[in-house]
Each structure stands twice: as C-alpha cells, then as structure tokens.
C-alpha cells in the first residue's frame, strides 16, 4: 500500500484545512485507517481512526468535536477535515493505514496554526 497526503499548509487560529490521503495498491485489505500527528519535540500521537469492519471513529480528546475523519471508498482517499484550528494543532501530520498485521505510513503533510 503506497499513501499520498496533500493539503496541509499555513493558516489562522480559528481556521479550517482540509487533509488528504490517497492510497493506491492492495487497499482492499485495508482494515482501519488513522491520523496521526507529531509536534517537534513530541512524541507521534493519534488524532482520530476509523475501522472500516464496524464503520466506527473515534479521535482524540483534544480534536473532538473539530475533527472530522472520514472517506471516499471510489477514490481510495481519507480525510480529515480540520476546523477551528489552535496553535496547539501545529505539527506534522501523518495517515496511517492497517493491512492485516502490516501499518503503512504517508510521509507526512506540515500544519502550521498561527496565533
């Protein structure tokens, strides 16, 4: 599985971005998909999954209610849609998918929040 992210960016505090994850290869085995997020000097921590077995998402405590995961089975892209963006949601931000036992990650798309 090959993951593509695109949207990331610069924006105001109180503002909304869009970020895309496009997957190609042997994605019908994909069982659940993520974001993930990594802050210089943090640790990676997880922002919001989706499990695509049950349909069910869960996020974050510090995303909920802002975030919203979700997907286009046609186009084998996944979403987050940020809105009411902090300084604090500044950080590099990851997709994730899970195969089977196998995680595979997208390289990464810069967020940056501005005060």
């Known amino acids: 599985v090959q993951l593509v992210e695109s949207g990331g960016g610069l924006v105001e505090a109180g503002g909304s971005l869009r970020l895309s994850c496009a997957a190609s290869g042997s994605t019908v085995t994909i069982n659940a998909m993520g974001w993930y997020r990594q802050a210089p000097g943090k640790q990676r921590e997880l922002v919001a999954v989706?499990?695509?077995?049950?349909?069910?998402?869960n996020y974050a405590d510090s995303v909920k209610g802002r975030f919203t995961i979700s997907r286009d089975n046609a186009k084998n892209t996944m979403y987050l849609q940020m809105n009411l963006l902090k300084p604090e949601d500044t950080a590099v931000y990851y997709c994730k998918v899970q195969s089977g036992p196998r995680g595979y990650w997208g390289q990464g798309t810069q967020v940056t929040v501005s005060s």
């Open positions: 989706f499990i695509i077995g049950d349909g069910s998402s």
